[in-house]
């Protein structure tokens, strides 16, 4: 049987090391989820050159990205790889926002949370990490985004089953932390800092602060 994990345990060993992350970096709200979309196979270097191309061509906003010509949006799109198929998965986005999204905040979000996280899955593009990065994210919703590097670093310093469903792995963060969304964004940006600076693919080094401070 597996030994209980203290989440915050791991939280306050990550603070301790990284301090806070300000992540996601974004100046509005339909940027971040823009940006959700379009980090999709690729790191977050690329996506902030494809969206500096969206500033400056003019065309970050939801009625600019669909009014647009398909080629205009994707040369704008082309640092972030895929860009016909994100071109496509953008205008989706695009879509389910204009008619879901009023003043920053889900039109329908008294239904609650599960109803809006269908509505996003039921866009064409849109899986589970996207969803819930945009819940998050960009309307800080409290829940829990999954990712490789979680995934990675739950099994190797924690021993969690490597091929753990997304919704397993994300039940146990829902009910080994407090329902904060403040919380779970720092905490998830915290795993992506890790995982790039210590938890790597292919090796752990030394300095990792969940070898010194967890074991």
């Given at each position: 049987?597996?030994?209980k994990i203290n989440l915050i345990k791991i939280y306050e060993a990550l603070f301790s090391k990284y301090g806070p992350q300000h992540w ?55 640092p972030s790889g895929y860009f016909r198929i994100k071109a496509e998965r953008l205008r989706n986005m695009t879509k389910w926002w204009i ?117």
């Amino acid at each position: 049987m597996r030994k209980k994990i203290n989440l915050i345990k791991i939280y306050e060993a990550l603070f301790s090391k990284y301090g806070p992350q300000h992540w996601w970096p974004g100046d509005s709200p339909w940027e971040v989820c823009a940006g959700a979309v379009l980090t999709q196979n690729t790191n977050w270097t690329n996506v902030e050159k494809a969206i500096a191309n969206l500033k400056r061509m003019n065309l970050l906003e939801p009625e600019k990205i669909l009014s647009s010509k398909k080629e205009k949006l994707e040369e704008a799109l082309k640092p972030s790889g895929y860009f016909r198929i994100k071109a496509e998965r953008l205008r989706n986005m695009t879509k389910w926002w204009i008619e879901n999204v009023r003043d920053n905040r889900p039109t329908r979000i008294a239904e609650g949370e599960n109803f809006v996280r269908n509505s996003l899955l039921s866009v064409n593009g849109v899986g589970h990490e996207t969803a819930d990065s945009i819940l998050l994210y960009s309307f800080e919703i409290p829940v829990f985004v999954i990712d490789a590097y979680t995934k990675r670093i739950m099994h190797r310093h924690f021993g969690i089953e490597p091929r753990i469903s997304y919704h397993d792995l994300q039940t146990l963060f829902h009910q080994g932390l407090p329902k904060d969304a403040k919380l779970f964004n720092e905490f998830h940006a915290l795993f992506v800092r890790i995982a790039k600076d210590h938890c790597r693919k292919n090796i752990c080094t030394d300095e990792c602060p969940l070898k010194v401070n967890i074991h």
